[in-house]
């Protein structure tokens, strides 16, 4: 091979195939002998430049090495960096920043193993299987939909009841602080209302399971887009989420219930599609055969969607919200489902809200969050000017939004990050909204006639005999109905003060509490916030115009409330109709379509989104819908990881263990001769590709000792594509194989377990071409061979996306990222 080839494919040995058990990123060979070989093979470049050698099947191909000694003493090989100081996660001062990946994410392996196993299967159970194994997809959906309908009421009726208590207990300490003039009891009596509960909520997010807190929707959406999320999916997750979001709320923390609704669908779809719960370790025997990334990825899409349909009644919002921020693959049998999924979900909530409320069979109850009826919600033509400037308001406040929560979360990442000093936050966090609340009831003085119809827990304060604090009507109440408050109250019930000094506050709580250990959703305090600007807004519109009809301030609410949301998590398409299906109300939906495009577009030119950002923290390696542009000048040979481990279809025990042992890769090719000595030392072919075996295979083949010399396993017929099965999705790890002596001198044939046609790209593939494969078809790895199919390299998700593009206030770039163990 042209030593051009060979230097360039000393390249990302960092990140080379994926990790099951412990995630590394340091080549196992001493780094002082690697560095001094890769500058003995980059020595002679230009020689073999000058006398024309390409690289196999390349016409053209110039490539420009550089080996720069720097601090670090990285060394450059081709357009690759290799770190002999690689550390296991960044220093404090690098933590939390958005160009690094964490090589402790694994991607799914939504590709199917065609392998003789598995077509032993489909020879054996033909056409009748086929249709019993349709027909209980559409079985695991509908009770997916309906399970997560019932525990969307169970949240909602129980924050209902719980609420009732606080608030009335609250209202009536409150009434008396005022008679006696000790207003610190009641003051006093709110911190530890919300205290309390946030407490709850801090511990299970913090150090019960991790993986619930926040709103769940970044990790949903890195589980669609093929990254296996360490425990999103966990019943123990889903208990953590139901219970700690339903304590964030009756914390009185700016959060909602809204978006945790999405990551309990599809926690419950996973569980029900596996027949079985690893966490409490039982197996009930159904559903085997959808032990399998590839179908339990489409039940995660469908829970994802019934998430969506119980938490805003928009089940057509939901289909788009999987189709939109997550899943990528889709096809029209999973369109159907997932609809169906969405759908079911919407009528079991209402069904069962609208018995709860004593109005059975009324089913007007269509999701937790209910907008209201607007009564008027036409617009005139004109009114598009103003509505243009309400989106590049909200793509400007989300943006400030989003930067605000980025410093505050790389904060956390550096200095935050043991779980008493989690919990330790999220109380304080609740000690300040109690605080700013009851200084809000207190310094402003905006009272108004007490309306005995909307009035709940009217708060008398400093105002007179049948009036009530208005700030207080806000406060006192779930943020879930101050949005509905802000949508239908008659004008004028507010003062320009009392809306514009809670929108600068709630602006800032919303920001600070997003992102504490606790379960939370990001919806709701956003949606409230946009709404408080977008009342002033309207009350703006009706001082300019007055007497007009169509200057309603509730209009404008909504308007404000949806720019604001659009600007923070940049959704465009499934928002749009999300809100639509919210308000009930086609003709409005133009002007919100506008108004997200907008928000977009101007959000976007400073920062990305917040979920995006998010993801970006945590080093996810998600992948773009779109390879980068401009980057059909980078190829295989620049992507690729070298050495490669391979293994012979017909292999002994001690070598699979050792390989095993040696390396932390997830995927061997299977060729036909190992290579020599001299051909691992010089990145020459790694031998003739004949398949690809994973990680866990090999595994579950020695932990079953599978051998040829055990004639007892294969005469009982045990070894089937069931025995994969059950051991999904937690498979074994190396240290709980037990192999005697004697096992060691045992042989393994491989060959009708290995994937016998992976997919496989040429030294001269360019990355676009490769990304499109991975993002179509979902690969895991992708095998890079020369003009004669032998094997020269492995490329991995984290192979192709940190070759990323930035944009910043309209200018953008193409960068790699630096990969670590760890990023958290």
């Known amino acids: 091979m042209a030593a051009n080839d060979e230097a360039l ?4 040995v960092l990140d080379y195939q994926e990790d099951d058990e412990h995630p590394s990123l340091c080549y196992e060979d001493d780094d002082d002998s690697i560095i001094e070989e890769a500058q003995h093979y980059t ?24 080996a720069d000694k720097t601090q670090n003493e990285t060394l450059s090989v081709g357009n690759s960096t290799f770190y002999p100081d690689q550390q296991e996660s960044p220093s404090d001062e690098n933590r939390g920043q958005l160009n690094v990946l964490s090589a402790a994410y694994e991607s799914l392996d939504y590709e199917i193993c065609v392998n003789s196993a598995w077509l032993d299967e489909e020879r054996t159970k033909g056409y009748t299987f086929v249709v019993k194994k349709d027909v209980a997809r559409w079985l695991v959906v509908l009770l997916t939909a309906v399970l997560t309908a019932l525990i969307a009421c169970v949240i909602d009726i129980t924050i209902e009841s719980l609420s ?22 009641p ?66 923390l700016a959060v909602g219930k809204e978006g945790p609704m999405i990551h309990s669908g599809a926690v419950i779809a996973a569980g029900v599609s596996q027949g079985k719960t690893t966490s409490f370790k039982r197996d009930f025997g159904v559903f085997e055969y959808f032990r399998e990334d590839h179908e339990k990825r489409d039940f995660v899409s469908a829970g994802a969607a019934a998430g969506v349909a119980a938490a805003f009644g928009a089940p057509v919002g939901g289909v788009l919200f999987s189709l939109e921020e997550g899943a990528s693959f889709w096809n029209q049998g999973l369109t159907w489902r997932v609809f169906f999924g969405a759908m079911m979900s919407t009528f079991t909530l209402n069904l069962v809200l609208s018995t709860y ?22 617009y005139e033509i004109w009114e598009f000017i103003p509505f243009l400037l309400m989106g590049v308001m909200g793509g400007l406040l989300g943006a400030l939004f989003n930067h605000i929560n980025l410093k505050l979360t790389a904060f956390r990442m550096r200095y935050i990050n043991k779980p008493w000093q989690k919990i330790l936050e999220a109380a304080v966090v609740a000690f300040v909204t109690a605080g700013v609340a009851f200084l809000m009831i207190y310094l402003i003085h905006d009272c108004r006639l007490i309306d005995p119809d909307t009035a709940t827990y009217p708060i008398q304060m400093s105002c007179g005999v049948g009036e009530e604090n208005a700030v207080a009507s806000i406060w006192f109440q779930t943020p879930e109905k101050s949005v509905r408050s802000l949508f239908h109250d008659p004008p004028e019930s507010y003062e320009w ?33 946009g709404a408080a600007w977008g009342r002033l807004v309207g009350k703006l519109m009706s001082l300019f115009f007055p007497n007009q009809q169509w200057a309603n301030e509730g209009k404008y609410a909504l308007v404000g409330a949806g720019a604001m949301l659009g600007g923070v998590v940049r959704m465009t398409l499934s928002l749009t109709v999300i809100l639509m299906e919210c308000v009930g109300n ?16 101007v959000g976007d030119f400073f920062n990305e989104g917040l979920y995006d950002i998010h993801i970006q923290m945590q080093g996810v390696p998600i992948m773009a819908w779109d390879a980068p542009p401009l980057s059909n000048n980078i190829y295989a040979t620049e992507v690729m990881n070298r050495p490669v481990a391979t293994l012979r279809s017909v292999e002994s ?26 051909d691992t030392r010089y990145f020459k072919s790694f031998g003739t590709l004949r398949g690809l075996i994973l990680r866990s295979q090999l595994i579950v083949l020695l932990k079953h000792k599978v051998f040829n010399e055990n004639a007892e396993v294969w005469q009982n017929s045990q070894v089937d594509i069931r025995l994969f099965r059950l051991s999904y999705p937690r498979y074994f790890t190396l240290d709980e194989v037990n192999l005697d002596p004697e096992d060691m001198n045992c042989t393994v044939d491989i060959r009708p377990f290995y994937n016998p046609s992976p997919y496989s790209v040429v030294t001269c593939t360019a990355l676009p071409r490769m990304f499109n494969l991975f993002r179509a078809l979902g690969l895991r790895h992708l095998v890079v061979v020369d003009d004669n199919n032998g094997v020269v390299g492995m490329v991995t998700r984290k192979d192709l996306v940190k070759y990323r593009i930035w944009k910043h206030r309209g200018q953008m770039g193409l960068e790699e990222l630096v990969i670590y163990n760890n990023v958290s």
């Open 43 to 66: 020595s002679g470049l230009d020689a073999h430049e000058e006398s024309g050698d390409v690289v196999d099947g390349c016409n053209s191909t110039e490539v420009e090495d550089k």
């Open 497 to 529: 003060s009392t809306i514009g000094v809670f929108f600068a506050c709630y602006f800032f709580l919303a920001c600070w509490t997003y992102g504490l250990g606790i379960p939370s959703g990001l919806f709701i305090p956003t949606l409230l916030c």
């Open 653 to 678: 025990v001690k070598r699979i263990v050792n390989i095993l042992k040696q390396n932390n890769f997830n995927g061997f090719p299977v060729v036909d001769d190992v290579p020599t000595e001299e």
């Open 187 to 252: 003051f006093l009596l709110w911190a530890a209302l919300n205290i309390g509960p946030t407490l709850i909520a801090a511990f299970l997010g913090s150090c019960v399971e991790p993986a619930a807190a926040g709103s769940g929707i970044p990790q949903v959406k890195c589980y669609l887009n093929g990254v296996k999320v360490p425990r999103v999916v966990r019943v123990k997750t889903l208990l953590s989420k139901v219970v700690g979001v339903t304590m964030s709320v009756l914390g009185g």
């Open 9 to 12: 494919s000393f390249i990302n």
């Open 586 to 601: 086609i003709t409005f939906g133009l002007p919100l379509m506008i108004i997200l495009m907008v928000a977009k577009w």
């Open 164 to 185: 009732k208590f606080k608030y009335t207990w609250l209202k009536q300490y409150t009434d008396y602080g005022v008679e006696k003039n000790v207003l610190i009891i």
């Open 357 to 378: 409320n004593g109005v059975p069979g009324k089913l007007a109850y269509n999701g937790l969050l209910n907008f209201g009826k607007f009564d008027d919600l036409t």
